[in-house]
């Protein structure tokens, strides 16, 4: 059980985890986070926001990362519950840790805490409540700032757990005793940098290229994390070993939610390194958000492009394709010429296909987005046109006989059954093992396969038995859709 609460002061749990982290001033955290949010746009308050994953580092390193989730909440959302999670960074314990305040202070305010969930939770299997665990632990104080920017400070009240080491089998009990204190007016943060790189944090896996490592390390982990596949998430852990320091914290959120009809999107994405330019030691940051009507719908998310947004993309795709191989001057490096396209900005997973008189010529992309649709755009239109193993680099004489198609993808779902895939509307991922491969939507209507035809010739693509889609009891499916468009559509 919980101790009494001897005195007013006992119950306010003070903000002494300041300096490194924010300005302990109360005029200049106010202008740092005004900073951070203003630049972003206003949530459109359609959708409601049931979970956040955010950082917690220094602000001035992660603090436009967090902004970017928090930016989403509207306070017409009517959030009147937020059950903070985050890993104990300073005591080695087995279960979980609720606070024992009955409010928390930060230089904006006080912020209340739901004394009487918490000792609920406190009287449950592997839970427990201990100050000196609670005490300075960054990875919930980091959040709460940004809740109050976000929120205000009163019309909810904070459900603060700490984190130890878990069994496997123990996320899904844990999830179970928190879930009847998560309904419709409940938001879910769980406080989590991602890799960890470099050797005073004893993880050193590659030695190459690390920021295109490190980027394809924290993107696999992204994306099991945005399927809420938690099996995927924690057999990624063992394998990689990616040293992510919320990983119980957010494999507690993945079962709270994995039954829900929710989407995830990526919300940023960089790291340390992008920041300072040194990558021999280097933190990753990436905030998600898990909002209501996705995952188990069958509609897509919208994407929405409009007819000039379309053009941006296709002319940015062409000019740097020019600017390659041409040395012609383009426009391509020219990021300010975006800062009204909300949508160009958003981190999408995209292919770009090259066609020379309507014959495939090269096509190469990404699953899932990393980084601002523009950039990917930029990257793959040159990826497509030198880097497709099934082609011959295209020469420079070739380039005005190229067309140019861009396919913006929606968030991945997993589905249970390849039979409910439609043809001409779904892309589909396959991964069975590590044998992994993916069509577009359009590759159905293009080839005229049925569905055993499409799924064969993936299964083919991905170095596998033709027939695996059917055979294989390890095979998972993923279905997207895509907004495509190209050159030939638009009149090049």
């Not at 970017?68 to 017409?76: D, I």
């Not at 396209?341 to 997973?349: D, I, S, T, V």
């Amino acid at each position: 059980m919980m101790p009494i609460l001897l005195s007013a002061a006992d119950d306010i749990r003070p903000y002494l985890n300041t300096g490194p982290w924010y300005p302990a001033d109360p005029a200049q955290l106010q202008r740092m986070l005004d900073g951070f949010f203003d630049s972003l746009p206003l949530p459109a308050g359609e959708t409601a926001v049931r979970g956040i994953i955010a950082p917690h580092a220094g602000f001035l390193y992660s603090g436009r990362c967090a902004a970017k989730a928090y930016r989403a909440l509207a306070p017409s959302q009517g959030i009147r519950r937020v059950i903070l999670m985050g890993a104990s960074h300073s005591r080695g314990f087995h279960g979980a840790c609720v606070a024992d305040y009955g409010a928390y202070a930060t230089p904006l305010g006080t912020m209340a805490v739901d004394v009487g969930i918490c000792r609920a939770l406190a009287a449950k299997e592997l839970f427990q409540s201990n100050r000196d665990t609670m005490r300075f632990e960054h990875a919930l104080e980091n959040q709460l700032p940004f809740l109050q920017k976000a929120l205000g400070n009163d019309g909810y009240k904070l459900v603060p757990i700490v984190f130890g080491s878990l069994a496997k089998k123990e996320f899904e009990k844990l999830a179970a005793a928190i879930a009847p204190f998560v309904d419709a007016h409940t938001l879910v943060v769980a406080s989590s940098d991602l890799t960890h790189y470099g050797e005073s944090f004893s993880y050193t896996p590659f030695k190459g290229d690390i920021k295109g490592q490190l980027t394809a390390l924290d993107t696999g982990f992204i994306e099991a994390v945005r399927l809420l596949d938690f099996d995927k998430y924690y057999q990624y852990h063992e394998r990689t070993g990616i040293t992510a320091c919320g990983f119980v914290p957010i494999g507690v959120l993945i079962q709270l939610f994995k039954n829900q009809r929710l989407k995830c999107s990526l919300a940023d994405y960089y790291k340390s390194g992008d920041l300072n330019g040194d990558y021999s030691t280097s933190v990753s940051y990436a905030s998600l958000l898990f909002m209501e009507g996705g995952a188990g719908k069958a509609a897509a998310e919208s994407i929405g492009l409009d007819r000039a947004e379309k053009k941006m993309l296709l002319e940015l795709a062409r000019s740097t394709l020019e600017e390659h191989f041409l040395e012609k001057s383009a426009a391509s490096g020219d990021e300010d010429r975006f800062s009204a396209h909300a949508r160009l900005k958003e981190k999408r997973g995209v292919f770009v296909t090259l066609r020379e008189k309507g014959e495939l010529r090269g096509c190469i992309g990404s699953i899932i987005g990393v980084e601002p649709l523009y950039r990917g755009v930029m990257a793959n239109a040159l990826h497509a046109a030198l880097d497709d193993p099934r082609f011959e680099p295209l020469p420079a004489g070739e380039l005005n006989r190229v067309e140019i198609e861009i396919s913006v993808m929606t968030p991945l779902r997993p589905i249970s059954d390849y039979r409910s895939i439609r043809l001409g509307s779904d892309g589909v991922v396959i991964r069975d093992g590590h044998a992994q491969a993916v069509y577009l939507p359009q590759v159905a209507t293009e080839t005229g396969w049925n569905l055993d035809q499409f799924l064969a010739s993936l299964c083919a693509k991905a170095g596998l038995q033709r027939d695996a889609y059917q055979s294989s009891p390890t095979m998972q499916f993923y279905v997207f859709q895509a907004q495509v468009f190209g050159e030939k559509d638009s009149g090049k």
